[in-house]
């Protein structure tokens, strides 16, 4: 089953996304045994609203007996669930993440992925010189 998140998400739609979620999934609707594939690759400035809303839909899911994929997420959105600390939480679905992808570092608490001129990570104890 596939369930796609729109360009934006506010505080009102969480409720609404999770309702409409949760019908979709009633017993008699679709496929009962697969996953729930949540395409978020519409999503275009994601933020801390877009991060609830997957980790609700995701409880949602689990309600319902199923898992919930993340699909289409971009770099921004990956960094940002991260940093709220939601990574292996949102990732632990992903029946396969690629080498060195950014959805399997986070998946296994490595380290971060970082734009052009963001800062490093520093080894504990402080950098090395």
Known sequence: MRFRLGATVTRADV???CADLAAALHPCAGDPAGPVLCDVSAVVAPDLVTVEAIARLRLTARRHGRRLEITGAGHDLWRLIALVGLG???AEGDP???AGSDQQAIAQ???QPTAEGDPQPVA????QA
Not at 124 to 127: A, F, L, Q, R
């Open 15 to 17: 409720p609404v996304l």
């Open 96 to 98: 396969r993440p690629r």
């Open 124 to 127: 504990e104890g402080g950098p």
């Open 88 to 90: 292996r939480v949102l």
């Open 109 to 111: 608490g490595g380290p």
